[in-house]
């Protein structure tokens, strides 16, 4: 990924190299590269502005150089028992927090909390004239001003330049467990989600794994009182399974790093959805070999793997027949957008409004 | 030709006001300190309607003031001056409730605390609870980001809202993120979410739902000063617990609370602090222990636990009923909404207290204390010669003071006309212009809800007349 990026060290020599760059397209570690592709930007990459530049354990919050990795941030926050509830994606790959914002991702853990537009309070960003501007703030609560942050969710490099973030965190629980149900088929999968999504139950997280037809069900908590609600679960089930800890750490594991198809070197894609919107793809997905899907954050959100860029076409139109979006997120592709996206006078504007100078890649 | 010809071709009689009497009883929201008579007031049904005024207004350059049930605390839907108001109350269905998928599709007048009893049967609820939850509408929660006393857990309305269906300014109808929590491309429904009416109004919102709590453990806990409450804060939220909700409340806003509605918090409480734990039963058992724990470390005098609803609710009506009860002690006053860092809490109630005593004003104080979302309540008599204006100056100071320390000079009420001069106190020019440009490229006419939030020229009438008079009813209350 490094060929024709451009790495700052520090804040003043990104301000000098986005004054004397045409276009730029920011990216971190480059994890998603299908997203770090560009035909006319130079990739400037936020990499060396990393670490964590506060971190108050009795505020709830830290704010971290854009380009620190998720992992430098995760350990940090596991030494003061807390976490982002979110699970951040792709941690072991070296995602940074400023490309998980770009890109919008969120693990399963989604569920219960919020994704990453429901912890990000604060963003220092650079507009295309070096402006430094602020959004939102460093306290969990806040209403004043338009809340940028949380529109740079999913912004993919393509309004302005962030370069330093803030976050809510929570205390992290002492335990957690995991439980798996087989499934006869996807409707009762879809409809035992529901059962457990709706529960007073509080599941920390809940998916699917499309292809084994098995539901995955995460709880938190103190360990006497996971023990009981798991034992209810099961008896409210008639069955499931308890999963080890290494069985349970492998399992959504393979999920927030993307690597659960078994492919060799797949393509992913994130496609937003909901229980019965994944049940009208599902058919045709499973009817195709080189495609494997799990749903996660009970329904919300389908990861769909495929085994080359062949099937890209494909997907696009099955997408489209539903009226989906897909964000090509991993593997090697030279889209990164299919199915069904839409862009009106508003998205325009906005685009116009904060970058003026079209300094970033168009939208 | 008058000001608003045309709009009788929208709007039958019945539907289009312009009567003295009308335009005196939308002159003002829940901030009564300022009022406008607008020039008329338009009464949509249909969200065709709705679109059918923006587009009117936007052809002929009238600003328009959307409004729900006007209880915004920081004049957010008062009436603009020559402008009119589209009241949205009657757009007050919800289109769509889908308990299997957690969401709710509603109109933006639809009520908030309605949402949760549509929700009910199926074990769901809304979790933002503004306190005029029982009146206050969703739309305007999603123009002023709404919050409430569950925050610090669940987050405000932005992180309730999924998609957003709108008229912008310029007739543009747009939708905006959809049925599912999670979407691609850069997130149009948080931008739109707190945006204080600037860029249109809001014709369909999409909720996510939640399934009820359990069981909530509710705690009453008394102490002799401040400063042990505010300790006992930092205890809590240290011990790794996290509260659905964690209130302070001073001694004098305690006073007015028992004279008000007897809440029998303990006689003699320099500060009481409610803590409530909320989830699944088995999880509750321990952590009520935990809590116990934690509180028993604390210097504390009193304790009450709630043995039942209807005690948790009698706690929860003296805190929900505090600000109104101020009214007993001061005929007017202020209520601020101020964050500051919560580890500054203490540090920021002794500033409080100084400036209180230097400009010779009582302040109460309420607060949201788990994530340091001050109310100080400013008292006045309208009446005399100056008092509003000295109150609005040591307003000013407290505002200053967050800002100072950190936090934000709103965490709830949004800027509105009441703040609109600090935004560039908190936001430098930089900061300033792009939000700027941000609101002209939805709105290049500068006609939705003009005069909110950017500093501007357009000065309402400044008055006061005691508090308003669902909240003097008992109806509303301010969070």
Redesign the interface.
């Known amino acids: 990924m490094s060929e024709g990026e451009i790495v700052p060290n520090h804040l003043t020599e990104l301000r000098r190299v986005l004054a004397d760059t045409q276009r730029v397209l920011p990216v971190g570690n480059g994890t998603k590269q299908p997203l770090c592709q560009t035909t006319d930007s130079t990739r400037v990459s936020l990499r060396s502005l990393r670490g964590i530049i506060e971190y ?6 830290f704010t971290a150089w854009a380009g620190t990795t998720l992992l430098e941030i995760v350990e940090a926050l596991r030494d003061k ?1 807390q976490y982002l509830p979110f699970d951040p994606m792709l941690v072991e790959a070296g995602a940074t927090i400023g490309g998980t914002i770009a890109s ?1 991702l ?1 693990g399963p853990g ?1 569920f219960r ?3 990453v ?2 912890f990000i309070i604060g963003v220092k960003l650079l ?1 295309g004239d070096g ?5 939102g ?12 942050p ?7 490099g ?2 302005a330049l962030m370069v330093e973030v803030s976050f809510k965190v ?3 629980p ?1 335990s957690m467990c995991t439980l798996r149900f087989d499934c006869d088929n996807h409707e009762q999968a879809i409809q035992r989600i ?1 059962m457990v ?6 599941a920390d997280a809940i998916d699917y794994r499309a292809s084994e037809r098995i539901i995955y069900v995460r709880l938190a ?2 360990d ?3 023990d ?2 798991s034992t ?1 679960i099961r008896t409210k089930f008639s069955g499931g399974e308890l999963l080890t800890s290494d069985q349970a750490h492998s399992f959504w594991h393979s999920v927030t790093e993307l690597n659960w198809s078994g492919f060799d070197r797949p393509l992913i894609v ?1 496609v ?6 994944f049940l009208a793809i599902c058919p045709a997905m499973q009817d195709r070999p080189g495609v494997s899907s799990h749903l996660s ?1 009970a ?3 389908c990861w769909i793997a495929l085994d080359s860029e062949a099937h890209i076409g494909w997907l696009d139109g099955l997408l489209k027949s539903q009226l989906l ?3 090509v997120v991993r593997g090697q592709s030279d889209r990164f ?1 299919i199915g069904q ?1 839409t862009t ?4 325009l ?2 685009k ?3 970058d ?1 100078q079209a300094k970033f890649a168009g939208v | 030709m008058t000001a608003i010809d045309g709009l009788e071709s929208i709007f039958p009689e019945d539907r289009l006001l312009r009567d003295d009497a009308y335009r005196a009883a939308f002159e003002s929201d829940g901030l009564t300190a300022f009022r406008t008579k607008p020039l008329a007031i338009v009464i949509p049904e249909t969200a065709d309607e709705v679109i059918a005024a923006v587009r009117w207004c936007n052809e002929h350059s009238v600003p328009f003031v959307a409004r729900g049930s006007g209880t915004s605390l920081s004049g957010g839907s008062l009436p603009v001056a020559g402008g009119i108001v589209i009241a949205l109350n009657r757009l007050n269905r919800i289109l769509s409730l889908d ?5 709710a599709v509603v109109e933006p007048g639809v009520v908030n605390q309605h949402v949760t009893n549509a929700a009910a049967p ?3 609820y809304y979790a933002p609870d503004p306190s005029s939850q029982s009146v206050c509408t969703i739309g305007g929660n999603v123009a ?2 709404s ?1 409430g006393a569950h ?6 309305t ?2 309730h809202v999924i998609g957003c269906k709108a008229v ?1 300014a ?1 007739g ?1 109808v ?1 939708s905006m993120g ?11 429904t ?2 739109f ?3 204080e009416g600037l860029f249109g109004i809001a014709l369909e919102i999409t909720l996510r739902l939640l ?5 909530f453990h509710t705690v009453l806990v008394g102490y002799r000063s401040l400063q042990a409450a505010g300790e006992a804060v ?1 205890a809590v ?2 011990s ?3 509260p659905g909700a964690l209130e302070i409340m001073d001694a004098l806003s305690i006073e007015a609370a028992e004279a008000a509605v007897a809440c029998g918090y303990p006689p003699g409480a320099a500060a009481v602090l409610i803590v409530e734990l909320e ?2 039963r ?2 509750i ?3 009520r222990e ?1 809590l116990e724990r934690v509180l028993a470390g604390t210097d504390f005098f009193a304790q009450r636990i709630a043995v039942d609803e209807v005690d948790r609710l009698s706690i929860w009506k003296g805190r929900k009923s505090a600000f109104s009860a101020v009214g007993r002690l001061s005929p007017d006053f202020l209520v601020q909404d101020g ?5 500054r809490l203490g540090e920021a109630l002794v500033r409080i207290e100084q400036l209180a005593r230097d400009a010779g004003i009582r302040v109460a104080n309420v607060f ?1 204390a788990g ?3 001050l109310h100080p309540l400013i008292m006045f008599d309208g009446k005399q010669e100056g008092a509003l204006h000295r109150a609005e100056e040591l307003a000013a100071k407290l505002l200053r003071l967050c800002i100072e320390m ?10 509105g006309m009441e ?1 609109r001069d600090f ?1 560039p106190e ?3 020019a ?2 300033m ?3 700027d ?6 709105d290049p006419k500068l006609i939705a809800n003009p005069g909110k ?1 950017f500093p501007g020229k357009e000065a309402p009438a400044l008055g006061f007349s005691g508090i308003h008079p669902l909240e003097k009813a008992g109806v509303i209350s301010r969070e």
């Open positions: 108050e354990p009795s505020e709830f919050t028992r919008g969120s989604r909390y919020g994704g537009r429901d507009a402006d430094l501007v602020q959004g703030g460093k306290v969990v609560k806040n209403a004043a001003g338009f809340d940028i949380k529109f740079l969710v999913g912004s993919l393509r309004y929570f205390p992290q002492p529901a999504a709706c529960s007073g139950w509080e908590g103190p006497g009182a996971i009981r609600i209810e994130k937003p959805t909901i229980g019965k919107r954050v329904g919300g959100v979006a897909g964000l957008q996206w009106n006078q508003m998205q504007a906005v116009r409004a904060m003026p | 308990p299997h998928h957690r969401i199926y074990g769901l002023f980001n919050g925050c610090l857990k669940y987050g405000m932005s992180n912008l310029t543009e747009v959809g049925p599912s929590v999670e979407a691609v491309g850069p997130d149009f948080a931008l979410c707190g945006s399934p009820k709590p359990e069981m930092s939220i240290d790794g617990l996290l989830g699944p088995e999880r058992e321990y952590e935990q964050v500051v860092p919560r580890k949201h994530d340091g979302n950190g936090g934000s000079i709103t965490g709830e009420h949004g800027v703040k935004l908190m936001f430098d930089p900061s212009a792009m939000m440009r941000i609101r002209r490229a939805m939030m």
